[in-house]
T-cell receptor, first 118, second 114 residues
Framework: ETGVTQSPTHLIKTRGQQVTLRCSSQ?????VSWYQQALGQGPQFIFQ???????GRGNFPPRFSGLQFPNYSSELNVNALELDDSALYLC?????????????????FGQGTRLTVV | AQTVTQSQPEMSVQEAETVTLSCTYD???????LFWYKQPPSRQMILVIR????KQQNATENRFSVNFQKAAKSFSLKISDSQLGDAAMYFC???????????WGAGTKLIIKP
């Protein structure tokens, strides 16, 4: 069991609408990553937040945006929804050590939000 | 760019037997990590095992072990004494040492026959 929780678990939206997905990171974790997993495929990296700033982004358009809050929880926002945005959205939290350290802790995942765009 | 390939969309094995899932990857980096994740119907990705590229010794976690061939860029997962609870999608993933961005394969569906 991990402490990463995502809400909502399922969501149905209409094309053109906007959606906000939420993620609470595991206690002690300060880095959050978001992934999109289309049906039958592996996850694709959307972006990562560390200390409330985006510090890595995959090949996703600007209508995918995010936030990280002081408590390290995070939101994923998607504007102008398209049918192809239908997917499972996974959040993963991890702990980044001091700047001189090595990233040797692994990510823990939530159960995801299943987004359906109709 | 790094890529991860899983060439087996589906594998099946008899309960209590051994099965091997294949994964190949491509990278020009020398320092990286490789992972196998399990995704049951509950959808949560669960870390099964990880391998640091700088370590020559293959990682082992109970019934799960890997065969890491760095020169061949191959990273297979062996599951011994398969159990019904092992049934799931298995994903191979890669990340560089410098960040947490995971690059994933397409997954292998593992079916356990009772």
């Amino acid at each position: 069991e991990t402490g990463v929780t995502q809400s909502p678990t399922h969501l149905i939206k209409t094309r053109g609408q906007q959606v906000t997905l939420r993620c609470s990171s595991q206690s002690g974790h300060n880095t959050v990553s978001w992934y999109q997993q289309a049906l039958g495929q592996g996850p694709q990296f959307i972006f990562q937040y560390y200390r409330e700033e985006e510090n890595g982004r995959g090949n996703f358009p600007p209508r995918f945006s995010g936030l990280q809050f002081p408590n390290y929880s995070s939101e994923l926002n998607v504007n102008a929804l398209e049918l192809d945005d239908s997917a499972l959205y996974l959040c993963a939290s991890s702990s980044y050590p001091p700047p001189s350290g090595v990233m040797n802790t692994e990510a823990f995942f939530g159960q995801g939000t299943r987004l359906t765009v109709v | 760019a790094q890529t991860v390939t899983q060439s087996q969309p589906e594998m099946s094995v008899q309960e209590a037997e051994t099965v091997t899932l294949s994964c190949t990857y491509d990278t020009s980096e020398s320092d990286y990590y490789l992972f196998w994740y399990k995704q049951p119907p509950s959808r949560q990705m669960i870390l099964v095992i990880r391998q640091e590229a700088y370590k020559q010794q293959n990682a082992t976690e109970n019934r799960f072990s890997v065969n890491f061939q760095k020169a061949a860029k191959s990273f297979s997962l062996k599951i011994s004494d398969s159990q019904l609870g092992d049934a799931a999608m298995y994903f191979c993933a890669y990340r560089r040492n410098s960040n947490y961005q995971l690059i994933w394969g397409a997954g292998t569906k593992l079916i356990i026959k009772p």
